[in-house]
């Protein structure tokens, strides 16, 4: 245990699974509230992926980003599993995404022309309201 507290590159790993997990509890944080922020979801994950991946890359000086790209797949499957085309719908409907302000930036696009949520919000939608 002695050695332990007194290597440096222990209290490094430390530092790392500290900055590594933040972004996880931030969204966490963001999502347990009774405000209705549904609509907030894939932005906030997509968000917190990009957190990682910089807390990563910093620390890690991951320069063929491997470790990255192991925990984006973890973080990816199970953001897939928990997807559902009401999510989907929800973030396709929510106006904040359609903002002028917020497409001013050329690597933003509106939810509506992004190939998986146009999907989900298709699947949805029809299943709701184009029953014969």
């Not at 890690?60 to 973890?74: A, C, G, M, P, T």
């Not at 146009?118 to 949805?124: A, I, L, P, T, V």
Request: some cysteine.
């Amino acid at each position: 245990m002695k050695r332990l507290v007194i290597d440096d590159d222990w209290w490094d790993r430390v530092e790392l699974l500290l900055e590594f997990t933040k972004p996880i509890m931030d969204l966490l944080r963001m999502f347990d509230t009774n405000i209705p922020n549904l609509g907030e979801m894939s932005e906030g994950i997509d968000s917190m992926i990009e957190k990682i991946g910089v807390v990563i890359n910093a620390k890690e000086n991951d320069l063929d980003e491997f470790f990255y790209r192991e925990v984006k797949e973890i973080l990816t499957k199970r953001w897939n599993k928990m997807t559902t085309p009401l999510h989907l719908l929800a973030y396709a409907m929510n106006p904040k995404y359609y903002a002028a302000e917020l497409l001013s930036d050329p690597t933003r696009t509106t939810p509506s022309k992004d190939p998986e949520v146009s999907q989900g919000f298709e699947k949805d939608f029809q299943k709701d309201f184009c029953r014969s």
